[in-house]
T-cell receptor, first 116, second 115 residues
Framework: AQTVTQSQPEMSVQEAETVTLSCTYD???????LFWYKQPPSRQMILVIR??????QNATENRFSVNFQKAAKSFSLKISDSQLGDAAMYFC?????????????FGKGTKLTVNP | GAGVSQSPSNKVTEKGKDVELRCDPI?????LYWYRQSLGQGLEFLIY????????KSGLPSDRFSAERTGGSVSTLTIQRTQQEDSAVYLC?????????????FGPGTRLTVT
């Protein structure tokens, strides 16, 4: 079974600075998807960025980018120019492409605090 | 358009009572998922519906949990004889086939408290 590990329960960053959130995963599959979700206090899970394992190029969405290291099974999220609205729980998630199951396997999350 | 909605937003129930949680997916989305978010366990998959196919129930923690999806749209998660360990936020998500990546859109969740 796949597992996702987020080793940083909490992180903090100064407004306008850059922060990197770590995520590692364990799988024997060669094709899969990886996601970062943001969960503010409202509880609404919001997709931040996604990466398809067969793509070598790292995904980027505005101030959010990933460092996808397939051999190392690492998928970190970099937030540039941090804003107060970025404060939230961030979850890394894995989705298999096999077996017909489209469930997401989540890490335990990293709580990000943005200091003014 | 409207997103995924869930009701109720919060539910407090006594141990041993049955509860029903409702999810309205985004219109036209064929896939629907239930997840549970609790302090000790993080986010756990419960059940997955895709069109008319048999649901993937592999994540349901016990036979006290069941879910149905009527008419390929609204879903109800039922917990019978609730226990205190059932206290959690129950999240619903839906998705539509769009290329190879099926993005899951989440609802705001139902916070269940069992006293």
């Amino acid at each position: 079974a796949q597992t996702v590990t987020q080793s940083q329960p909490e992180m903090s960053v100064q407004e306008a600075e850059t922060v990197t959130l770590s995520c590692t995963y364990d799988t024997s599959e060669s094709d899969y998807y990886l996601f970062w979700y943001k969960q503010p206090p409202s509880r609404q899970m919001i997709l931040v960025i996604r990466q398809e394992a067969y793509k070598q190029q790292n995904a980027t969405e505005n101030r959010f980018s990933v460092n996808f290291q397939k051999a190392a099974k690492s998928f970190s999220l970099k937030i540039s120019d941090s804003q107060l609205g970025d404060a939230a729980m961030y979850f890394c998630a894995y989705r298999s492409t096999q077996g017909g199951s489209e469930k997401l396997v989540f890490g335990k999350g990293t709580k990000l605090t943005v200091n003014p | 358009g409207a997103g995924v909605s869930q009701s109720p937003s919060n539910k407090v129930t006594e141990k041993g009572k049955d509860v029903e949680l409702r999810c309205d997916p985004i219109s036209g989305h064929t896939a629907l998922y239930w997840y549970r978010q609790s302090l000790g366990q993080g986010l756990e998959f419960l059940i997955y519906f895709q069109g008319n196919s048999a649901p993937d129930k592999s994540g349901l923690p016990s036979d006290r949990f069941s879910a149905e999806r009527t008419g390929g749209s609204v879903s109800t998660l039922t917990i019978q004889r609730t226990q205190q360990e059932d206290s959690a936020v129950y999240l619903c998500a839906s998705s539509s086939a769009r290329g190879r990546v099926y993005e899951q859109y989440f609802g705001p969740g139902t916070r269940l408290t069992v006293t």
